[in-house]
């Protein structure tokens, strides 16, 4: 029965796929990805004009070799074209760009296909991803890019489908279901091709699920090999997966019934092919639930969480790794971006793979063997002071797991460094972090049991709630710091800092023109010195940027290009933020020397005034709707009701003040198809209505805050 409602769910999706072909120009039919080939993707590095893959060549270093904008003359740089995205939600996604065509994605995991001179529109293509499945997504409906090889773009769709186009037209070619349908799996990240397989992995660690990476046939979309990155239910039979033969180590190191909250360890972003060794590697995520004490009893390291796993990329048997955070509780993912080189270390020439995850540490680490070759701290941390050369594993400070009490950490489960790409020149030598600081109270969730499909962590998310008074609110926002860092990794120490008043900064790229170029979470995007760190050029991109930038030429002439958006996990789930207004949709910003082009005057989107009920609630009732909310509502909708501006404010919803619309929409689920899914598996009509009574709360403190100000 099983098998075959998965081959019934593949059956409807790939009939979705199809009903929603791409839309190609008749008479603009791009051909230039019909040549990108194996050997092309391995000699990247010797076409500087184009941007093959992921990271610009295999070792993701994010580094243009172009000259002609560089340090001299970028104050002349000037917006070339825009495409205007028909979303505001998060932009992420990495350009493609082959021989004068851009391919890119937006949120929802929509492809496109650019002149990369003009921005004139090639074709699209809409998988229609179900709205319901946005409810799976942690971190917003956000994609990270497609991969090109042979006439074909792939892309991972938000849910679970892995898509071969015809490069030249948009229209799918294959499409397989990567995921178990029925469970809350998603797909942000950018696929990655190598030696003729599409490699892809998953999220969805929040919500309860075994994490894995697959590798499929390019021509066929045939299964090629499966590796888990944690063990399954003992229970039950070998997965008859690459993971198999070491999947008895793997659960030696964990506790009790981890398997009925599936464990966790999504693959969501970090997939890095080394041609010079023959090796994939592979980061790994978080722990399902978060809290090691309830996910394994406290015990264990929890093997392949919180790590760095080398596969074999014919087979996807295991080689090697190295685990940074053993027994992770804090949500540390190892997921971060990964970049490969050479390096001079005493006196010798080192093959190394470098990774600034979200524990703070930037590691260097042997990628022949996976020794630790050095790690320090990039970021003020409390939870560690260091890490022991020899064992490899951090030193932990008192209390760092929260077993006596609450306790403040830092960083949290944001990361000293998330997804935002980062970059190495060869020439300077030197690392170009994003990095951030935001602490987080840690603390047991009292009465917590795993509900299947839903948001569980097993930490307390209601003490990390803002406060009222603004003085604290204004104090607490100003801990929150990003900083664009950039890193010498032999010496392992900072070289100089841009420091900006908030996280949540974009991806970096280096190039040969001594530059570096970074957006910004207020709407800027920037270049600077590479060596020095001199600010030398700004752009108002009229949203956040967080996506990271890539360059190319084409006829001669470079482009530096970026997707704009703001959007994923903090602006979703973080309340600590400036003047939040709904969200513009995103762009497309391509820029070249005296490019002459502008955008549109930007007009505020305004807020609608805030819409308290007219009931009076009981304190017992908004204590109460206060936990349902916290608990179930506040990751996407902001604590405390505060939202972003990128997923509507509850607070000034017309549904507060009317019962009956409130009810349809938690519990009836009348607006699934935009990402509010019926929450009735989890929470009784009572409790809804209780959370309605707390959001009430807030809409009344905040319709007397925007009097006081404006009255």
Not at 290 to 314: C, M, Q, T, Y
Not at 406 to 411: G, L, Y
Not at 637 to 665: E, F, N
Request: with cysteine; glycine share 10%.
């Amino acid at each position: 029965m099983r098998r075959q409602l998965l081959r019934a769910s593949l059956i409807a999706m790939g009939a979705a796929a199809l009903a929603s072909c791409g839309t190609a120009d008749a008479d603009t039919k791009p051909a230039a990805a019909d040549g990108v080939t194996t050997a092309r993707l391995l000699n990247a590095a010797a076409e500087p004009h184009n941007w093959l893959t992921h990271g610009g060549t295999y070792l993701e270093q994010r580094y243009s070799p172009l000259t002609e904008i560089n340090d001299a003359n970028v104050g002349q740089l000037q917006l070339a074209w825009h495409y205007d995205l028909d979303t505001n939600r998060g932009q992420e996604a990495t350009p493609i760009i082959v021989d004068g065509v851009m391919y890119t994605t937006s949120a929802w995991s929509k492809v496109y296909a650019l002149d990369a001179a003009t921005g004139k529109e090639l074709w699209t293509y809409d998988p229609q991803v179900p709205g319901e499945r946005g409810f799976s997504a942690c971190c917003d409906v956000v994609n990270r890019g497609v991969a090109v090889h042979g006439g074909k773009v792939f892309v991972g769709a938000l849910d679970g489908r892995l898509i071969a186009l015809d490069a030249r037209t948009g229209k799918p070619l294959w499409t397989t279901v990567t995921v178990d349908p029925s469970q809350p799996y998603t797909i942000t990240g950018a696929p990655r091709i190598v030696k003729g397989k599409v490699v892809i992995g998953n999220g969805g660690g929040e919500y309860g699920v075994r994490g894995y990476v697959s590798a499929y046939d390019a021509e066929t979309g045939k299964l090629a090999w499966r590796f888990y990155t944690v063990p399954g239910d003992p229970s039950k039979p070998a997965d008859g997966a690459a993971s198999d033969p070491i999947m008895k180590t793997a659960a030696a190191t964990w506790s009790g019934n981890w398997w009925k909250a599936g464990g966790g360890g999504t693959v969501w972003d970090a997939i890095v092919y080394d041609p010079e060794l023959d090796q994939l590697y592979i980061g790994v995520g978080n722990g399902s639930p978060w809290n090691h004490k309830i996910r394994s009893e406290g015990k264990g390291d929890n093997l392949f969480l919180s790590s760095v796993v080398a596969l074999d990329p014919d087979s996807g048997a295991y080689k090697w790794h190295y685990q940074g955070t053993p027994g992770e509780t804090w949500d540390f993912t190892q997921t971060q971006p990964i970049i490969l080189a050479t390096l001079a270390i005493d006196g010798s020439r080192r093959k190394v793979l470098m990774q600034a995850p979200k524990n703070g540490f930037f590691y260097v680490i042997d990628r022949t063997t996976g020794k630790l070759i050095s790690a320090k701290n990039f970021v003020p941390m409390t939870w560690a002071t260091g890490v022991d050369l020899k064992t490899g594993r951090p030193i932990e400070t008192p209390n760092a797991r929260f077993q006596n009490g609450d306790e403040m950490v830092a960083p949290s489960a944001l990361g000293a460094h998330n997804w935002h790409p980062m970059s190495f020149s060869p020439k300077t030598g030197l690392v170009y972090l994003p990095a951030q600081e935001v602490p987080f109270l840690y603390s047991d969730q009292k009465g917590y049991r795993h509900r299947p499909g839903a948001w569980n962590i097993a930490v307390d998310s209601v003490k990390n709630m803002p406060p009222d008074d603004k003085a604290t609110f204004k104090a607490i926002r100003a801990m929150l710091k990003g900083q664009l860092v950039a890193w010498d990794p032999v010496a392992q120490k900072e070289v100089w800092r841009a420091q900006y008043d908030g996280p949540w900064n974009g991806g970096t790229l280096a190039t040969a023109g001594n530059l570096v170029f970074q957006g910004n979470a207020k709407g800027e995007f920037q270049a600077f010195r590479a060596d020095t760190g001199e600010k030398l050029w700004r752009f108002d991109a009229q949203t956040g940027v967080i996506a990271g930038p890539v360059s190319y030429s084409v006829g001669g002439a470079q482009y530096v290009a970026v997707s704009a958006g703001y959007g994923g996990a903090y602006p979703l789930s973080s309340s600590f933020v400036d003047n939040p207004r709904p969200m513009p949709n995103g762009r497309m910003l391509v820029f070249k020397l005296n490019g002459g082009a502008t955008l549109p005057a930007a007009d505020p989107i305004p807020n609608p005034p805030a819409n308290p009920p007219a009931e009076r609630f009981a304190a017992a009732t908004i204590a109460h709707g206060q936990q349902v909310y916290e608990i179930n509502c506040s990751v996407c909708h902001g604590p405390a009701g505060i939202s972003s501006g990128v997923l509507p404010d509850l607070r000034r919803s017309g549904s507060l003040s009317d019962t009956a619309m409130w009810s349809d929409i938690v519990i009836g689920g009348q607006l699934k198809d935009r990402g509010m899914v019926s929450f009735a598996k989890w929470i009784s009509a009572a409790d809804a209505e209780a959370a309605r009574a707390y959001i009430g709360d807030r809409a009344k403190k905040l319709q007397a805050e925007e009097k006081t100000a404006n009255p």
